[in-house]
């Protein structure tokens, strides 16, 4: 399989917010396009929990990307001319330091000896990334959903680094329903046997937890009019029923089982825990003397566009009203954008017509 | 413990829908007030799918019932005026017949050899409840959620039987995003080793799944909204904590916790399942000739209250507004009260005032 990731070495050791430090951690990351001479046309995009650095295609892998319709020539984020960067997140699993790599101490996997992760050390990560690609500023800074929430640690962290900032379906700091979910989601894990305290391995492997916590979050990523519309009550032919009593009947059980299978082998189920859990600790309020205005008023960035969905049962609108808000305080120029895909906190995935449009119109007036 | 509970014998046979049959079924129900020399003043509350039929206090078991501000003499449902019956539903296990029981063909529990159950079959047991109670026609059916959904079974299936009706944050059919959620719930019940194909006992019990399974209950029966304002991101105590590296934090993971330890044994795995299903199935359309509208514009009752909450994700608004309108459509004169009750489906068991005033005012007009 052809991988266009390329590896940053983070500084050694690489100290982590709540205590600990990382020996020899790396980044995964892809480009696209090509910087420019003054190193003025850099856009970074950080990811939400379980996407790779893998946006787009490009000639080193040409199989689809995440954002495959977002990025590339002439497209709503065009490389022809930006440098587009993507990493994946520290703590992850698809090519970045995570719980499933050795931990060079012991020459044994990290699992839960990994140090405590916040979404303050992803920034941080990337952060060093992108001064290691030696660009001083990035043109742009842009964060989908936990990344939304990981860019803000990376805008009060280090402040002058970026020109301009696209916030999309995130939150300042998690409230209590984001938390309840994703509680949920890491309890699904944990209380499957085979989760075992974080020593599974392909044979025992917490896959039931998993499937859970995936199924879980598809339901609170989507929509409840979305599915009205595109599942009904329409119910699986006979061939696709098993005869277990309590098996799936209807279209949207399959579904949700297809999108659990192509999870659960693919996303290692520590990291996963890691990853829920710093969203869960992310309060930007801790960077405004315990207010979330105060921390977003202290932001200085030129211009932001901020793009929330009615929809979106677990990052809402008024949590995009709020950042919208601060920033604005802050100086910023804001471009508020509130849209009615019915797709939920998806939409960003799967609605680029408007959302491309929104983005390409922001960074055409740069 | 003192036990209000009385028992009725279902008719044995008692026949199901989807095949097969009970002998010598019971419903436990409760009553406050009297039955009037005319037998006209009868309200019929049916439930959700975890409530027993003790809606209230009474002389015979003092403790507080789920409804005890709205049940009892001069309350807003007025138990001078009102003879009250709740029935517990078929298949539950507060009384009812349900998996839990014996069987008589094999003097074993049912458990899984339980008959298919569906929601039509609850809503024929109530009504025979009623006739058995010698009351020909009911002056008012009332139904909450899954009781809801029972009682329109009732009134698709017994016309003329009821003079008017109320329904609270119900669905004339299950959509998607509901069944998505009880699907998974009933995975996480299944998907526990012990759940063993619904072979537990006291010792091997199915704890875990049933916990997942009241916790994302519990997750949706309220509103993002109202846990803003009630957790925000209030920390646990640290002698509230243990020291797993993933245990509680935040109080909404605690209060989620004693909702499930208070459920988990207090309620049958096995019923939590049967009811949980009947739930997916049920579909008024199926009387209808397809359409619900048709199926609700085919219900015949001379005055509605349709209730419902504009945050509820479970039970939306626009089905509260469909059953409205289908009712009106057949005849009926409608009161529709739409609430901004910030506590989501469960606002029905706790904006007492709001509902009851609605409540009071339609029983009044009588």
Redesign the interface.
């Known amino acids: 399989m052809s991988d266009a990731r390329r590896w940053f070495a983070l500084p050694s050791p690489f100290r982590m917010k709540r205590g600990g430090e990382l020996v020899g951690a790396r980044l995964a990351y892809e480009t696209w396009g090509e910087l420019d001479a003054a190193r003025g046309n850099a856009i970074l995009i950080l990811t939400g929990l379980s996407p790779s650095a893998h946006a787009a295609s490009n000639a080193d892998d040409p199989s689809p990307g995440w954002w495959e319709d977002m990025i590339g020539p002439g497209k709503h984020i065009d490389t022809n001319r930006w440098f587009v960067i993507c990493a994946n997140t520290l703590g992850s699993c698809k090519g970045s330091t995570g719980p499933a790599d050795t931990n060079p101490a012991t020459g044994e996997p990290y699992r ?1 000896d990994f140090p ?1 992760l916040t979404l303050e050390d992803a920034a941080n990560a990337a952060f060093e990334l992108v001064r290691g690609l030696g660009i001083e500023r990035l043109a742009c800074l842009l964060g989908n959903s936990m990344g939304g929430m990981t860019a803000l640690a990376y805008l009060v962290q280090h402040p002058g680094s970026v020109r301009t900032h696209v916030s999309i379906s995130t939150a300042p ?9 994703r ?2 989601q ?3 894990i ?2 499957d ?1 085979n989760w075992n305290g974080g020593h599974y391995d392909d044979e025992r492997y917490p896959e ?1 937890g998993m ?2 916590a995936r ?2 979050g598809v ?1 609170t990523y989507r ?2 009019m979305e ?2 519309g ?4 329409i119910r699986l032919d006979a061939d696709q029923r098993d005869d277990d ?2 098996g ?6 399959s579904y ?1 089982a297809g999108h659990a299978r192509r999870f659960v082998r693919g996303f290692d189920p520590n990291s996963y ?1 890691y990853l829920s ?1 710093a969203s ?1 600790w992310f ?1 930007v309020a801790e960077y405004g003397a315990g207010s979330v205005d105060a921390a977003l008023r202290g932001i200085s960035v030129e211009r932001a566009l901020v793009i929330g969905v009615e929809t979106d ?1 677990l990052f ?1 609108l008024t949590q995009q009203q709020q950042i919208a808000d601060g920033l604005r305080a802050g100086g910023a120029e804001i471009d508020f954008v509130a849209l009615d895909s019915p797709q939920g906190h998806d939409a960003f995935l799967v609605d680029i017509p408007r959302f491309g449009a929104a983005i390409a119109r922001f960074l055409e007036a740069m």
């Open positions: 839960l405590d700091q998690a409230q209590p329903f984001a938390i309840a979910i509680s949920l890491r309890e699904a944990r209380l046997p039931a499937s859970i199924k879980l339901i929509s409840a599915w009205v595109r599942f009904a009550r009593p309590f799936f009947e209807f279209q949207v059980e949700l825990l859990r869960d309060d049962i809402p």
